[in-house]
């Protein structure tokens, strides 16, 4: 497999853990190096998270720090799937690293959070909505291009098929569900998917009504991934020209307990789906 020289969320955590082994240890990167039979700057690349770094050689890594058995389990098993290829492959030549790396996350997440404001979350898209709101966003990209991203994104909800062992939590803000993108028609065909949707067993759907002051804490849109037990935290927030990712415990924390403030300001998951259905009937 050739050397990968983009860094990728798992392998920063990979990266964060090994250096902090590293300083419990007593090492500095030389002596460290000296004791792994690697050089000072191929351990501080693998540290950083910009170096792909085998199986067997993190494993022997591992080994030489003692690191116990479950920290040991976790940190493989993020290797592991930082190396499985994915639907995602395909698109490659479309969409932008962090795009790609942004699904794989997903793909391996046992619970999503995230919280909009502006648009119904990608993993809750109709086609047709979804259309509207990436041709929005894609002006100067051929209808073909448009197409493949529409595909993209649609593909992103194989997650949350019937077999799926995932938990999505959303709070939604009232002003995306009275916000009409492609028109009447589609944004009806968009409330009775979320409808739908948010009665399925891993779907928790949260309204956060207009008439309500989420306080200070209120962070707008972003979304917390969880892979495992934990074992990987990250939050991902969008903006004009990519995407920010907060991957330090502290600032996770934080997001999570903003979630937790905002959802208890929130509708019940029943009187949110009422409100839904006032809204349809309003169209």
């Known amino acids: 497999m050739p050397e990968a020289t983009l860094s990728t969320t798992r392998r920063r955590k990979i990266g964060r853990v090994l250096r902090r082994l590293r300083e419990e240890s007593g090492y500095t990167l030389k002596t460290a190096g000296r004791h792994l039979e690697r050089s000072p700057s191929s351990l501080s690349q693998i540290e950083n998270g910009v170096q792909w770094l085998r199986l067997r050689d993190l494993g022997f890594i591992l080994d030489r720090y003692d690191v116990p058995t479950d920290l040991r389990a976790a940190l493989m098993t993020l290797a592991e799937q930082d190396r499985q290829p994915g639907w995602w492959d395909a698109y490659k030549d479309l969409a932008a690293p962090e795009a790609l790396d942004r699904v794989s996350l997903e793909h391996d997440a046992s619970r999503i959070i995230t919280t909009e404001t502006t648009f119904i979350p990608g993993l809750l898209q109709t086609?047709?909505?979804?259309?509207?709101?990436?041709?929005?966003?894609?002006?100067?990209?051929?209808?073909?291009?448009?197409?493949?991203?529409?595909?993209?994104?649609?593909?992103?909800?194989?997650?949350?098929?019937?077999?799926?062992?995932?938990s999505l939590d959303v709070i939604l803000d009232e002003a995306a569900l009275r916000r009409v993108r492609g028109g009447r028609d589609v944004m009806r065909s968009q409330l009775r998917r979320l409808l739908n949707q948010s009665e399925l067993d891993t779907v928790a759907l949260h309204i956060l009504p207009l008439s309500v002051d989420a306080g200070p804490?209120?962070?707008?849109?972003?979304?917390?991934?969880?892979?495992g037990n934990r074992i990987l935290s990250a939050v991902l927030t969008d903006h004009p020209t990519g995407?920010?990712?907060?991957?330090?415990?502290?600032?996770?924390?934080?997001?999570?307990d903003t979630f937790e403030q905002v959802r208890s300001s929130a509708l019940s998951e029943a009187a949110s789906r009422d409100m839904i259905r006032r809204i349809v009937s309003e169209l």
């Open 127 to 166: 086609e047709s909505y979804a259309r509207a709101v990436i041709r929005g966003l894609t002006l100067r990209h051929s209808p073909t291009a448009l197409e493949r991203y529409v595909e993209f994104r649609l593909t992103r909800q194989c997650i949350l098929n019937e077999d799926a062992l995932i």
């Open 217 to 227: 804490a209120y962070a707008g849109q972003f979304q917390l991934l969880d892979i």
């Open 243 to 256: 995407q920010w990712i907060a991957e330090d415990d502290k600032e996770v924390a934080q997001y999570r």
